[in-house]
């Protein structure tokens, strides 16, 4: 019997950087929990989202 494929649901969230790293790590975190209460399995976020 073959498995039914299961699908990956992704977020891609842009956002305005944050002045500070502690900052942009509370947008990235909560970013990454309103995606996972929409229901998604993987989160991608900008690529100097930590490193300014």
């Known amino acids: 019997m073959k498995a039914k494929p ?3 649901r992704v977020a891609a969230v842009q ?3 944050a002045d500070s790293l502690a ?3 509370a ?4 970013a990454a ?8 399995d993987a989160v991608l976020f900008p690529k100097c989202a930590t490193t300014g």
């Open 23 to 25: 900052g942009n790590l």
């Open 27 to 30: 947008k990235i975190e909560n």
């Open 6 to 8: 299961r699908r990956l």
């Open 15 to 17: 956002m305005i950087f």
């Open 33 to 40: 929990v309103q995606a996972a209460r929409a229901g998604a």
